[in-house]
C-alpha cells in the first residue's frame, strides 16, 4: 500500500497549495486523457499512519484564508479539498501485478453570504462574490447532471466544480453534508441548504475500480525499487569478481626469493 495527501484552496478563484512552501503561488488546472483533471505542481507527501495525516491536515489548515465577518469572527473565506490516494499492488488472475488506485476528496466549502448580514465590504465583499459565484456554479451543475437532458454540464464555470467534476459525474461515490442553522433568524439560508442538499441527493454514478491507472506513483516506486534490486546485485557480482582475481594474485606473490635470485613456494 501507498498512501499520500495533498491540501488546496479556491481563493477568489485561484488555487493555492496549503501544502507548499511559497503561499502566494497560483497554481493551474490542468486536464489530461489518461488522468483527468489535476493540480500542476501541487504537493503530495507520503504519510505512514493516521497521525502524520492528522499533522498534516492541521498544518495545512493553519495556512487557509479565514476573515472576519458580522456572522462569524474565523469565517472560511475559500473552499478547501485534502485529498487521501490510496494505491495498492496484487497479483492478478493473469499472474502479472497490478496497481489500484483510490482517491477520497474531503470537500470544506465556504458558505453562501448575503451582504445584507455579514456586512461584508472591501475585500470582504469580493471574497463573498467569489464564493457566491462558486456556489452558484456547483448548483447549477447539479441540477444539469440530476436533469439528465442537458448535454452540456458547466464544469468549466469555476475552479470548484472543475475539481469536482469527478466527485460529481464520474466514477465515485459521493456524500454531502449540509450544515444549517436553528436560529429563525437564518430561516431563508437553512431552506436553501437544504433545497441544495435535495437536489445534489439526486445525482446517480456508478462507480468502478481504477485498475492500472496511469498516474500510480506506487507502480514508479515498483520501478525504482527494481532497478535499484538489479544494481545491487551488479555491485555485488562485481565485488565478488575483484576479490577472486586479488586471491589469485596473493598466491602467486605468496613466495620467498632465495639467494640465487629465483622465487620458491613455501611450504604450508
Do not use: W
Not at 14 to 32: F, H
Not at 164 to 172: K, P, V
Amino acid at each position: 500500500f501507498l498512501v499520500r495527501v495533498s491540501y488546496l484552496e479556491i481563493y477568489n478563484e485561484e488555487v493555492r497549495d496549503l501544502l507548499g512552501k511559497d503561499q502566494s503561488q497560483r497554481l493551474e488546472v490542468k486536464e489530461r486523457p489518461d488522468v483527468g483533471v489535476y493540480i500542476k505542481d501541487l504537493s503530495a507527501y507520503v504519510v505512514n499512519n493516521a497521525d502524520d495525516m492528522d499533522r498534516i491536515m492541521t498544518l495545512g489548515h493553519k495556512n487557509r484564508s479565514v476573515g472576519a465577518t458580522n456572522m462569524n469572527e474565523h469565517s472560511s473565506r475559500s473552499h478547501a479539498i485534502f485529498t487521501i490516494t490510496i494505491e495498492c499492488s496484487e497479483k492478478g488472475v493473469d499472474g502479472n501485478m497490478h496497481v489500484r488506485m483510490g482517491k477520497l476528496h474531503l470537500v470544506d466549502l465556504a458558505g453562501s453570504e448575503r451582504q445584507a448580514k455579514t456586512g461584508a465590504t472591501g475585500q470582504r465583499l469580493k471574497e463573498a462574490t467569489k464564493i457566491n459565484l462558486s456556489l452558484s456554479t456547483l448548483g447549477n451543475v447539479i441540477s444539469a447532471l440530476v436533469d439528465g437532458k442537458s448535454t452540456h454540464v458547466p464544469y468549466r464555470n469555476s475552479k470548484l466544480t472543475r475539481l469536482l467534476q469527478d466527485s460529481l459525474g464520474g466514477n465515485s461515490k459521493t456524500m454531502m453534508c449540509a450544515n444549517i442553522g436553528p436560529a429563525d433568524y437564518n430561516y431563508d439560508e437553512t431552506i436553501s441548504t437544504l433545497r441544495y442538499a435535495n437536489r445534489a441527493k439526486n445525482i446517480k454514478n456508478k462507480a468502478r475500480i481504477n485498475e492500472d491507472p496511469k498516474d500510480a506513483l506506487l507502480r514508479q516506486f515498483q520501478k525504482e525499487i527494481e532497478e535499484l534490486k538489479k544494481k545491487l546485485e551488479e555491485g555485488e557480482e562485481i565485488s565478488g569478481s575483484e576479490t577472486s582475481s586479488s586471491e589469485e594474485e596473493d598466491e602467486e606473490d605468496d613466495g620467498e626469493i632465495g639467494e640465487d635470485g629465483e622465487k620458491r613456494k613455501k611450504r604450508r
